[in-house]
């Protein structure tokens, strides 16, 4: 009689395990070693850029724009900067038609990006040589209540933007 109550109890507690391997919550299973292998030996050119890369060259384009004119948001003739995506645009509304602003822009990296500022029907393109470790600059008289600064780059993933914007007095 044991015997058979071992048997039982035997069968029970298999089918119990069973049951719950089945229905209990799925168990993160780690990859097949063969597949780590595959994924680290990965060539990094195949991939897009890290963030991280993209970040450090927005860094160093708006270094090169602190090294030619310390402008602050404290400045009174101050309107707008920052680094802008590929392709990318900052819109600020706050400034006036008829408006004298200087645009200046650089990039980092390799390639070229475009910088266009928009205000209205009033337009300026720049074309930018992110390799050549320089700003450039140029004057917008806005046509309309906002102005858009842009950036474009068949190069995106290679490069980084940064862009300072104030009225000329």
């Known amino acids: 009689m044991?015997?058979?109550?071992?048997?039982?109890?035997?069968?029970?507690?298999?089918?119990?395990?069973?049951?719950?391997?089945?229905?209990?919550?799925?168990?993160?299973?780690?990859?097949?070693?063969?597949?780590?292998?595959?994924?680290?030996?990965?060539?990094?050119?195949?991939?897009?850029?890290?963030?991280?890369?993209?970040?450090?060259?927005?860094?160093?384009?708006?270094?090169?724009?602190?090294?030619?004119?310390?402008?602050?948001?404290?400045d009174a003739d101050f309107v707008s900067s920052g680094s802008l995506a590929i392709p990318g645009q900052d819109l600020d509304e706050t400034v006036e038609a008829g408006t004298r602003l200087r645009v200046e822009v650089a990039c980092a990296g390799e390639g070229t990006v475009t910088f266009k500022a928009v205000s209205g029907t009033a337009r300026k393109t720049k074309r930018v040589d992110c390799a050549r470790p320089m700003t450039s600059r140029f004057d917008i008289i806005t046509a309309g209540p906002s102005l858009a600064i842009q950036a474009d780059s068949p190069d995106k993933e290679r490069v980084g933007t940064a862009y300072a914007v104030r009225r000329v007095t």
């Not at 919550?25 to 993209?54: I, L, M």
């Open 2 to 74: 044991n015997r058979h109550r071992g048997k039982a109890l035997a069968a029970v507690v298999l089918l119990t395990g069973m049951t719950m391997a089945c229905s209990g919550p799925p168990a993160k299973s780690k990859p097949p070693q063969s597949q780590k292998a595959t994924s680290s030996s990965a060539v990094p050119t195949a991939r897009p850029t890290p963030r991280p890369d993209r970040e450090r060259l927005d860094t160093e384009a708006r270094n090169l724009l602190s090294t030619t004119d310390q402008w602050t948001s404290d």
